[in-house]
């Protein structure tokens, strides 16, 4: 298996660990492999950001203003299915590559700010903290629907709302409205905790993907040799992602194209794989330090 660059950002809890010498075992990041990015982050997230608003709001789609932060694969799946169901989406980014293609996929890229005023949803995808802050929420509009898509818990300030001049109100098993002094109120999903883990259910098929790439990685560390690993990070190779690929295609009777020995040739490959080098799919690598 490849070891991956320290500078590398993605799993960033693990990194910087191994960055400080506190990593006590070897560990695989196994949220960077394409199997993970590509299918559970891209696919998975396409359908359930629309399970969880469903079952939680009943909302109706078609027309409602939102801004999704971050697109990155979750971010993509989002915008993907809200734009299809008629939802006028606008997308925030920090990532001038990440932000290009938004632009490119046919959406408005804003800052929060612009838009915070006049949207009906706020969607969280970006693995960071306190990207809806109180001054946030204290500019939303009544009705406003807050919820997030993305890592954990920190992307939305809701700590920021527990104080005495607001009032929560459960209105039902993960839904929260937060009352203003005014008699604004907003809707809270979750308390900011990941929408599609909570509120919706996640099609079996997408986490029989990332399972089997999760298994592959400890049958790995568990099967490999002493000193093969050392207390670092490592990322699976992609003749691993196109295993795991390759035995859900019989699910949708899928026949895969065989280069000849010719083509093989030509393009420097093995005709068996990988067809990809190992660097393929890693998102937003930041510049070397130093």
């Not at 203003?65 to 299915?81: L, N, S, T, W």
């Not at 001038?96 to 490119?104: K, N, R, S, T, V």
């Not at 992602?241 to 040739?265: G, I, M, N, R, W």
């Amino acid at each position: 298996l490849q070891e991956i660059p320290k500078h590398v950002q993605e799993n960033q809890r693990l990194y910087q660990l191994s960055k400080a010498g506190k990593l006590c075992v070897p560990a695989m990041n196994v949220n960077d492999s394409v199997t993970k990015q590509k299918f559970d982050n891209l696919y998975c997230c396409r359908e359930s950001i629309l399970d969880g608003l469903k079952r939680t709001t009943d909302m109706m789609f078609g027309g409602k203003q939102v801004v999704v932060c971050g697109y990155g694969e979750v971010g993509k799946g989002c915008c993907a299915a809200l734009k299809a169901m008629g939802s006028i989406v606008y997308v925030t980014e920090i990532d001038p590559i990440c932000a290009l293609q938004a632009c490119m996929d046919g959406f408005r890229l804003v800052k929060l700010n612009e838009v915070i005023r006049q949207v009906d949803i706020v969607i969280t995808c970006t693995g960071n903290k306190n990207v809806v802050t109180r001054e946030h929420l204290d500019r939303m509009k009544n009705g406003c629907i807050v919820c997030n898509m993305g890592h954990s818990n920190t992307e939305i300030d809701v700590a920021s709302l527990r104080t005495p001049e607001l009032t929560w109100e459960r209105v039902r098993s993960q839904v929260d409205h937060v009352i203003w002094p005014d008699g604004k109120r907003i809707v809270l999903l979750a308390e900011g905790r990941l929408l599609n883990l909570s509120c919706s259910t996640v099609p079996t098929f997408v986490l029989s993907i990332t399972a089997t790439t999760q298994a592959l990685a400890l049958i790995e560390l568990y099967n490999a040799p002493e000193g093969r690993y050392k207390q670092d990070v490592y990322l699976l190779p992609k003749k691993m992602d196109e295993y795991v690929a390759s035995l859900h295609l019989p699910t949708f009777d899928a026949h895969l194209t065989e280069l000849s020995d010719e083509q093989a040739k030509y393009l420097g490959l093995n005709k068996n794989g990988p067809f990809k080098p190992n660097y393929y799919s890693l998102p937003r690598l930041p510049p070397e330090e130093g």
